[in-house]
């Protein structure tokens, strides 16, 4: 190994839907943070590996800093905050816009509580015009003092490399913590319970509020085949019978694409098979939270 080799630990935040698992997922190059126009998608701290040969980055990506409403919103916060001292870069990620709203002020009052250098990543300048830009890094530059301010667009790849050796400069040297081709440290059951809830999130569009979770019940391989047993779990009667749709129709879409994301990560075949069952007021049970996943030790 190189002896200057360096490696380290990065959070993203932003607000919901500014970008931050598009970002991941074009970064690490494959399919890893769900990616949803609901916000609020990232639930658990998401590990993701980027090994080159200057250093290693181990993205630990965050829920939102946002106001917390419920106990999940109570618990996503507080893990989001705590992050930001334990890691050794923090990548704010905004839109390409000058106005500062509350979202982005609270986010500055929690910045300023922490030491760590902080990477401000304007995203999405693919949706403005180039000169839109500058005037967005000036209204920034005001409010915060920035290590660093890289304009990327996480869609298309738009000067990603960029930030890659903005990230490099500001991580300590250090040993490779995990293999090359380690890209996450998520247990593959969670990650497809993750993906079975991206695309109930997409099929569904804004027919449900994002109260949904997803429990695998087993994952086994027989003959080759992944078998795998998940349950969608809602909040309301009423919810339940738009998940499954008439005829079971829409937990046949749900299953169908999820299947043909599984496939692709696991690089086998997938039998899944979906169930729907209805907790009320899941996200406000503590207990119910920690079967589906939400920790608060970890």
């Not at 790849?157 to 991580?171: A, F, P, Q, R, S």
Request: charged share 30%; with cysteine; proline share 4%.
């Amino acid at each position: 190994m190189k002896k200057d080799y360096k490696s380290g630990f990065v959070t993203l935040i932003g607000r919901p839907n500014v970008g931050k698992s598009t970002l991941m997922n074009q970064l690490i190059g494959q399919k890893i943070a769900i990616t949803s126009n609901k916000p609020q998608t990232t639930r658990n701290r998401i590990q993701t590996v980027l090994t080159t040969e200057d250093g290693q980055i181990v993205f630990v990506d965050t829920p939102g800093i946002h106001k917390a409403k419920n106990k999940l919103g109570e618990y996503m916060v507080n893990v989001a905050e705590r992050t930001l001292n334990e890691v050794d870069v923090v990548l704010w990620l905004v839109e390409p816009t000058t106005f500062i709203g509350a979202g982005e002020q609270h986010i500055i009052s929690q910045l300023k509580k922490v030491t760590t250098p902080v990477v401000l990543v304007i995203n999405k300048i693919d949706s403005v015009k180039k000169e839109d830009v500058l005037p967005a890094i000036a209204a920034y530059k005001d409010v915060y003092d920035f290590a660093e301010i890289v304009p990327v667009s996480a869609r298309n790849g738009d000067n990603t490399d960029e930030l890659v050796k903005v990230i490099m400069k500001y991580l300590p040297y250090g040993p490779q913590f995990y293999d090359e081709d380690t890209i996450t440290d998520q247990p593959e059951r969670q990650i497809v319970a993750e993906l079975i809830r991206e695309k109930a999130l997409h099929c569904l569009q804004e027919e449900i509020p994002h109260g949904i979770a997803v429990a695998i019940d087993s994952m086994k391989v027989r003959n080759k085949v992944m078998h795998i047993d998940a349950t969608i779990i809602c909040e309301r009667d009423s919810h339940k019978g738009i998940i499954i749709g008439k005829k079971g129709n829409m937990l046949k879409k749900i299953g169908s694409t999820a299947r043909y994301e599984i496939e692709k990560m696991l690089d086998q075949q997938v039998n899944l098979k979906l169930w729907v069952k209805v907790k009320k007021d899941w996200r406000d049970s503590e207990f119910l939270m920690k079967n589906f996943g939400y920790r608060e030790d970890e």
